[in-house]
């Protein structure tokens, strides 16, 4: 019985080699274990790339025989350090030479080779092992910093089919030197070169078949380098001038014409404007990938030209190009860009304060226009001037972004209640990377504190406040500082004290809203609370404001006052790192359950020292109002929930676990990527 047709495919070596590589790591090593021929395809797939994280300090004996098998699978190796063994000043010369040939010597098919040193060590100190050992070297990429010309001529002698080299602090006897000795070179990649206009014109002049110039850093590059790179390089597909702020636009208007192959632009930061980022969108159809971070003269008109000129780019980022507007989403035409898979808006729309206000009208058109990304897979949405109504107007288009992966929306204009953060994670079923800033989000509050308000301000009150309901039918709810012009409310709570009490209670609770057309009062419920600093939250938009603020009284109700004496006008919940609880008075320490806003969600308790534990035990216990503190059960939950105090968690559909800190301090990373804690 013959096999199976699909058996027979299988079996041709081509095609079962162009399956494998369509699959990711995981599903590749599973395959291997099929048969003896599926694990010699899927071998040449998980080896080719080989990475040692730290090549330098550890031993790597035990890594030896695993190579002796491996090795000859392997194509492309990388050899990182960590930033304290790159920093070391005492440098073992001998033992890098050791271990970077027992590496080669293991690696005969080496094709690519990214190397990591420490900062003291020269070009000469590893260039002869390179040289030697690795002859089929074709891409270079390493972060010396003091090259000799000699000892580039060295190693693009040994490695005669080399033709891509990343380096930093080239001279210009290093370009002369590579171009002397390999003239089939077509790549370059430079970061904080010290070569100048006329060197790098002269190198230019003899790789008139260069496919990729990359200069990053250079502070003295000028328009005569420009003219002179498109007088003879009119095959470039890959050109990066990250950070190089001295090129003017003679320079880009004489060059972006001869690069009808351009696929990858960098041009972030520089004084580009639109004229110079018109003549991509109409002599550059091939662009794939586009970078303008910080070009503050780039505006939505040259943009809108891009993204309906170059139907094949796939990467966008205009971020904090604050004269760019939203109105490039309201064009009359679509994107023709509908394949895009990453796009960085962050931070547009910032530059004209009349443009900003209207923001809001165009954040339709946003949405609608991302819908139509279907294949969009990184969003950035950070650092806007005006809230992005993500659930409210854009809910129904960004669930149509099934492929996202990553969503960035730190340093919002307003802070989102904890539960809208997780519905907008769970609006992609595929996401994996969700960035937000622990400042961005409103604590959830806790039980006691939930039943606290419904009792004095009721459901609505309740919902306006700390959910992000709408206050008012088709307006959005916006937390602002009230304005002279704006319609106001407020709660003004009185507490009352009892010699048998230590927390009084807030016994009367008036919330009256004075505008032109309305008037609304409600008085109910009772609060625990202690005395200390009032509290005041804004919420609204447009004609009218409500202003909700709790004031210390001394004894009895106070009578509703609107005047502005007693209004808060400050904002609970600040932009930069800020405590969750009010700030307490000299007189008293308030307590997290006990306060309106107080820092308790899923982990108040856990959150305090030992002291404050204590304390609040016995406050509570001992308090008239019924404030009980919280179950044992609860508290073990609370603390499993989080590996450490003040950190609150959920797990979205997708499977990706999101947090926040309480105290409002994210995690920052360390120069080796690990989060501080």
């Known amino acids: 019985m013959s096999d199976p047709p699909s058996n027979q495919v299988l079996a041709i070596p081509e095609i079962l080699s162009m399956i494998m590589n369509q699959l990711d790591g995981p599903t590749v090593k599973t395959a291997s274990l099929v048969c003896q021929s599926w694990y010699r395809h899927a071998r040449l797939i998980l080896w080719r790339q080989f990475i040692v994280k730290d090549w330098y300090s550890p031993d790597l004996t035990p890594l030896w025989p695993v190579l002796d098998r491996q090795g000859d699978a392997v194509h492309a190796m990388s050899l990182e350090l960590t930033t304290s063994a790159r920093i070391k000043t005492e440098i073992n010369e001998d033992q890098i030479k050791f271990r970077l040939l027992n590496l080669l010597q293991r690696i005969p098919n080496l094709e690519s080779l990214h190397l990591q040193v420490p900062y003291e060590i020269k070009s000469n100190h590893i260039v002869s092992t390179i040289a030697s050992h690795a002859p089929r070297l074709k891409e270079f990429e390493s972060d010396i910093r003091d090259w000799d010309a000699t000892d580039m001529a060295h190693l693009l002698t040994g490695c005669s089919d080399l033709r891509m080299i990343a380096g930093h602090n080239f001279s210009g006897h290093v370009l002369e030197a590579i171009a002397e000795t390999q003239p089939s070179l077509n790549q370059i990649d430079c970061t904080h070169p010290r070569f100048d206009d006329d060197e790098l014109v002269a190198f230019a002049e003899k790789f008139p078949h260069l496919l990729r110039l990359s200069i990053s850093l250079h502070q003295m590059l000028t328009a005569k380098a420009l003219i002179g790179i498109a007088k003879y390089c009119h095959q470039i597909e890959h050109l990066d001038l990250h950070f190089c702020l ?90 023709v860009c509908d394949k895009l898979q990453y796009l960085d808006i962050s931070g547009i729309h910032a530059f004209y304060s009349v443009e900003a206000s209207m923001a809001s009208a165009l954040l339709p058109n946003m949405y609608q226009q991302l819908a139509r990304l279907n294949r969009l897979e990184h969003l950035r949405l950070s650092g806007h001037s005006f809230a992005l109504r993500l659930l409210e107007v854009g809910r129904p288009f960004l669930s149509q972004l099934r492929q996202l992966k990553t969503l960035n929306i730190e340093k919002l204009k307003h802070p989102l209640p904890w539960k809208e953060i997780i519905q907008i994670g769970n609006l992609f079923p595929r996401l994996k990377e969700f960035k937000f800033r622990s400042t961005d989000v409103i604590p959830p509050l806790s039980e006691t504190e939930t039943i606290a308000i419904k009792k004095a301000l009721g459901s609505r009150a309740l919902q306006t406040l700390f959910t992000g309901i709408q206050a008012q039918p088709g307006e959005p709810l916006l937390l602002t500082k009230a304005g002279a012009s704006t319609a106001r409310a407020s709660a003004m709570v009185s507490s009352s004290s009892s010699p048998s009490s230590s927390s009084p209670s807030l016994s009367s609770t008036s919330l009256a809203v004075d505008s032109s057309s309305s008037a609304v009062t409600s008085s109910s419920g009772s609060i625990p609370t202690t005395t200390g600093t009032g509290t005041g939250t804004e919420t609204g938009t447009g004609t009218e404001t409500v202003i909700i603020s709790t004031v210390q009284g001394s004894s009895g109700i106070s009578e509703p006052n609107i005047s502005d004496d007693n209004i808060d006008t400050k904002l609970p919940l600040s932009k930069r790192r800020r405590s969750r609880s009010p700030s307490p008075s000299s007189s008293s320490q308030p307590l997290p359950s006990q306060s309106l806003f107080g820092t308790s969600a899923n982990n108040a308790f856990t959150s305090l020292s030992t002291s404050e534990q204590q304390r609040w035990q016995e406050d509570t216990s001992n308090s008239p109002n019924g404030l009980k503190s919280h179950s044992q059960d609860e508290k073990q939950q609370r603390q499993e929930e989080s590996n450490m105090p003040g950190i609150i968690k959920a797990t979205l559909h997708s499977g990706l676990e999101i947090s926040f800190r309480l105290d409002g301090e994210d995690e920052e990373e360390n120069p080796d990527g690990e989060p501080e804690r």
């Open 246 to 335: 001295c090129l003017q636009s003679s320079g880009f208007q004489a060059l972006f014409p001869v690069l009808p192959n351009l696929r990858f632009l960098n041009l972030g930061p520089s004084e580009i404007n639109d004229e110079d980022l018109s003549l991509v969108a109409a002599h550059c159809p091939k662009l794939e990938t586009l970078k303008l971070p910080f070009c503050a003269n780039v505006s939505h008109i040259s943009v809108t030209a891009i993204v309906q000129s170059c139907r094949y780019l796939r990467h966008l980022d205009i971020s904090w190009c604050d004269r760019i507007l939203l109105s490039i989403f309201a064009a009359p035409e679509p994107w």
